[in-house]
């Protein structure tokens, strides 16, 4: 089982930039896929982006897309979320997940949510218009 922490969340105008970090623990970091989704007040989760475990392939939302980036530091355990231009629409609980057990390797989709065995608790990201 993977242990993840993530941190970062704030409250922010619009037009403003947050960068959200998630650390990894329990098993390899540099072994698996990593996700953030996101989940605003009365909605369902959905999902923001997803990055590969050598960090080259990366798949966004189109809702995001252009305004925020993932990336990995493997020798540091860490997941990060850059995000930009954040409108708000953007407010949510930002939470990591983490897919240890290689779903997507097996075809599972990158943006769903059933293909990461392990999720953080989440960090409260507000932007004020």
């Known amino acids: 089982q993977v242990q993840l922490v993530e941190s970062g969340g704030g409250l922010v105008q619009a037009g403003g930039s947050l960068r959200l970090s998630c650390v990894a623990s329990?098993?390899?970091?540099?072994?698996?896929?990593m996700g953030w989704f996101r989940q605003a007040p009365g909605k369902e989760r959905e999902f923001v982006a997803a990055i590969s475990w050598n960090g080259i392939l990366t798949t966004y939302a189109d809702s995001v897309k252009g305004r925020f980036t993932t990336s990995r530091d493997n020798a540091k355990n860490t997941l990060y979320l850059q995000m930009n231009s954040l409108k708000p629409e953007d407010t949510a609980v930002y939470s990591c997940a983490a897919d240890s057990y290689g779903a997507a390797s097996y075809g599972a989709y990158w943006n769903s949510p059933t293909t990461y065995d392990s999720w953080g608790q989440g960090t409260h990201v507000t932007v004020s218009s």
């Open positions: 329990g098993r390899t970091f540099a072994n698996y896929h």
